[in-house]
């Protein structure tokens, strides 16, 4: 099976791009597995799938595959880059467009610098909408919020996490760190992903505050691993630092593959995300076939 495709890249978090528009390519797991394969396939972080309008008033479908080949909910960097990819391709009319991804709607809006500002919804801070178990654990409150102790593993010794638990349609637990160059990402992430009190597995931030305007961020993505930026883990931490008291509403996030900048005015406002979505080349592939 031979298919076209897109390689393009927000903060360094990349992704293949296909265009469903025309028709469906019912892809399996393992040929999602095989094109976000950086030896064997293209290689990326998320493929994500261009799909005409489910509903009036929509503008397109995005469905997103992890690495591992699992759909997921929501990718924020890869929003930005679906956003591109439609108005480059002349297939938008606007250059702010209504979305249907797996978790609600988004509205992506191509700025006149080239950047793309995303409207990520409201934050989601209810357990069982996370989904997160908390049967039997309490609260730490902290700031103006509270944190959550989480132990990765069962042994005496085992590290104990506080953790923000919160969904920006899919589940992220953050964590504040002093310096992130040195925070035990490869250690602690797959520890914090498949803990059981994550029924869906969960996004695990590392974040270290800068000032109130300025973060510092890497994010151990479910099915992914650590990536170069992650887009929803940029909010989830905002959003997390603004509730703990810690930062403006308006903040710059550093990560390993670029700036991304995030506000939320509180409460039930969205989350509004800007960044860079870019190009990086086009090409075809033989998709083993199943």
Not at 29 to 34: G, K, L
Not at 270 to 290: H, K, N, S, Y
Request: proline content about 6%.
């Amino acid at each position: 099976m031979r298919i076209q495709f897109t390689k393009m890249q927000g903060a360094g978090n990349d992704f293949v791009v296909l265009d469903e528009t025309r028709r469906r390519l019912g892809l399996s797991t393992a040929q999602y597995r095989q094109l976000a394969d950086r030896h064997f396939g293209v290689g990326a972080d998320q493929v994500l799938s261009v799909r005409p309008s489910p509903a009036p008033g929509i503008d397109f479908e995005y469905v997103i595959h992890n690495a591992d080949g699992g759909e997921v909910e929501q990718c924020g960097n890869g929003a930005r880059c679906f956003a591109r990819y439609v108005a480059d391709r002349g297939l938008a009319r606007s250059p702010t467009i209504r979305v249907q991804t797996l978790s609600g709607i988004i509205e992506p809006r191509i700025n006149p610098d080239g950047r793309v500002t995303v409207d990520m919804g409201a934050p989601v801070f209810d357990a069982a909408q996370i989904p997160f178990v908390i049967a039997g654990l309490s609260p730490h409150r902290d700031g103006g919020w509270e944190k959550w102790h989480l132990a990765l593993g069962t042994y005496a010794d085992s590290p104990i996490v506080p953790l923000s638990v919160l969904s920006m349609g899919n589940p992220h637990a953050v964590q504040e760190v002093m310096d992130v160059d040195r925070a035990p990402v490869g250690t602690q992430g797959p520890l914090i992903e498949h803990h059981a009190r994550f029924p869906k597995r969960v996004n695990a931030g590392f974040m270290q505050v800068v000032g109130r305007s300025a973060i510092r961020l890497r994010v151990w993505e479910r099915g992914a691993g650590e990536t170069l930026a992650c887009g929803t883990g940029a909010c989830a931490a905002v959003v997390a630092g603004i509730r703990l008291g810690r930062l403006d509403a308006r903040v710059d996030v550093q990560t390993r593959g670029g700036l991304l900048t995030i506000e939320w005015a509180g409460g039930n406002a969205p989350v509004m995300m800007t960044g860079p979505a870019v190009t990086v080349f086009e090409g075809e592939i033989e998709l083993e076939d199943e």
